[in-house]
Nanobody
Framework: QVQPVESGGGLVQPGGSLRLSCAAS????????MAWYRQAPGKQRELVAS???????NYADSVKGRFTISRDNAKNTVYLQMNSLKPEDTAVYYC????????WGQGTQVTVSS
């Protein structure tokens, strides 16, 4: 399996914004529900947001109203727009199918700190 490639992370102050991107293989992306996950230090990986192949979205309560997931089917890419970031959003962010059925990529580090 070809791993997805996540990018767009970085250091941002509380209240700031970041846009993450995930480039996936066609086999992983096409016709599949996709999702963003995150793993903070010492914690289990958790589902942050998901999007169906048809574009319906769902969010964890902790990010609802602040994060927006989207997809570009022509580019096999999933995005995560993160606004009003909080220190508790600090984590490594990963993308995968909504069933986490593919190999994990390297992720992208998001650090929210003043």
């Amino acid at each position: 399996q070809v791993q997805p490639v996540e990018s767009g992370g970085g250091l941002v102050q509380p209240g700031g914004s970041l846009r993450l991107s995930c480039a996936a293989s066609t086999s992983m992306f096409r016709f599949r529900d996709m999702a963003w996950y995150r793993q903070a230090p010492g914690k289990q990986r958790e589902l942050v947001a998901s999007i169906t192949a048809g574009g319906m979205t769902n969010y964890a309560d902790s990010v609802k109203g602040r994060f927006t997931i989207s997809r570009d089917n022509a580019k096999n890419t999933v995005y995560l727009q993160m606004n009003s970031l909080k220190p508790e959003d600090t984590a490594v962010y990963y993308c995968n199918t909504a069933r986490a059925s593919y190999s994990w990529g390297q992720g992208t580090q998001v650090t929210v700190s003043s």
